[in-house]
């Protein structure tokens, strides 16, 4: 067993301390000085004899993934953490993405990044990079006007669907809702293979989990910026009387969700993955995944997209045809849109049901209105089994909370939406 205390050392009448480094501050152990084979061991500390604000805490033999709870329970126990969540407002970008701004190095250089709940990188343009078009007109971080930059050395690479980024990664000060995360790592993409057209975000916030080292959420709640490992999302609808989109790190608003959230534990460590009972239409014509089925939750994905099959069974019970012989959507008479049914995801028994309104997408096409459905089919698999994701139109109807310390993801209903016409 490993044990998050150290002992004391006698010299000179006194204890005698040297802390150790390469891990984070707050949960480093101590370990003696290098006097201490002139002076013996002493019996360890009776722990039921410490005061509670001092009181020391074993580190529990659980996997790594599980460790977030142990941690929390740790900094707010032993530290008495007083920080607070904290607000990041988004932009919406036509429904499309979402993007809001952080700072990086010193003096601070600004740039408007997407949150990503699937990778765990955070990235922007390096000065040296070469956009891939004319049309491309981002912010490039130069660590050369930085005083708080530090080399790394080790190049990165990710990957969005079709589209590759990769340059080396630097150490610098980053700086996100008006706290500083200081020392950490963050990629400058040297090469960024379209990822910019027909946007206008900088770069990547990641909040996904990481299987190697802590990602930048990770720290700012290691480093006690944040009071839990918390995040939320509260989405808008383009074009509407909505709040503005926000971004809580930290915990949640309830400024922006009424009633109460349906959990759901998530079902692999390093994933927002978890388990969705059924998907059913509220007209009761059909059932969907009846033996149950994966999702994944993705901030970064506009629609919602499952299992080609069923998916074209689904819609097909909407009215849909193949729009534009393109087998993975389908059109809709927008004169019926009103009068279709809800689709209903059932999680951990609850119904988390999405109106027409919601799924439904209308663009123009000349002077016609075309609607489609905004659920897709894909043959995409995750470890061999089809998985729902549930993107940007789910999450607009849903506030959702990302717990990293329960390992879970909870919904609840975000305040009301005024439609645009």
Not at 83 to 92: F, H
Not at 228 to 236: D, G, H, K, V
Request: glycine letters at 6%; charged letters at 20%; aromatic letters at 12%.
């Amino acid at each position: 067993m490993h044990v998050i205390c150290s002992i004391p050392v006698l010299q000179a009448n006194r204890p005698v301390w040297r802390r150790t480094s390469n891990v984070p501050r707050q949960l480093r152990p101590l370990k003696p000085s290098r006097h201490s084979s002139k002076y013996p061991i002493q019996p360890t500390r009776n722990l039921k004899q410490e005061p509670k604000k001092t009181r020391l805490y074993e580190r529990p033999t659980e996997p790594p993934h599980k460790l977030y709870r142990w941690r929390e329970q740790y900094l707010r126990q032993e530290y008495q953490v007083t920080a607070i969540p904290r607000d990041i407002k988004l932009t919406n970008f036509y429904d499309i993405l979402y993007y809001g701004p952080i700072g990086i190095g010193t003096p601070e250089q600004r740039f408007n990044v997407t949150f990503n709940t699937v990778s765990p990188a955070t990235w922007v343009p390096s000065v040296h990079s070469k956009p891939d078009n004319n049309d491309c007109n981002y912010k490039t971080y130069n660590n050369q006007t930085s005083s708080s930059y530090m080399p790394n050395d080790v190049g990165f690479e990710d990957s969005y669907g079709q589209v590759e980024v990769a340059g080396y990664r630097s150490q610098e000060d980053i700086h996100v809702a008006g706290v500083t995360a200081r020392n950490e790592i963050f990629g400058e993409a040297i090469v960024n293979s379209n990822f910019f057209e027909g946007t206008t975000n900088d770069g990547v916030f990641g909040l996904g989990f990481s299987n190697a080292e802590p990602t930048l959420f990770d720290n700012m709640f290691y480093q006690r910026l944040l009071p839990a490992p918390i995040f939320s999302f509260y989405l808008n609808r383009f074009n509407s009387s909505d709040p503005d989109s926000v971004l809580t790190l930290g915990g949640t608003n309830p400024d922006y969700y009424t009633g109460d959230f349906t959990f759901a534990n998530l079902t692999v460590p390093n994933v927002w993955k978890f388990k969705i009972d059924r998907v059913q239409l509220s007209n009761n014509t059909g059932i969907f995944n009846g033996w149950g089925c994966q999702a994944i939750v993705n901030s970064s994905t506009p629609l919602i997209i499952g299992p080609k099959e069923e998916v074209d069974v689904l819609n097909r019970k909407l009215g849909g045809t193949p729009f534009l012989g393109d087998p993975t959507m389908y059109e809709l008479d927008c004169s019926e849109v009103e009068s279709l049914p809800d689709v209903e995801f059932i999680v951990n028994g609850k119904k988390l049901s999405l109106s027409s309104k919601d799924y439904v997408v209308k663009t123009s096409a000349g002077r016609q209105t075309v609607c489609y459905s905004g659920i897709l089919g894909s043959s995409w698999k995750q470890n061999e089994s089809p998985v729902w994701i549930l993107g940007m139109s789910f999450m607009r109807v849903y506030y959702t909370q990302f717990d990293k310390g329960k390992m879970r993801i909870g919904f609840a209903k975000a305040i009301t939406h005024s439609y645009a016409v």
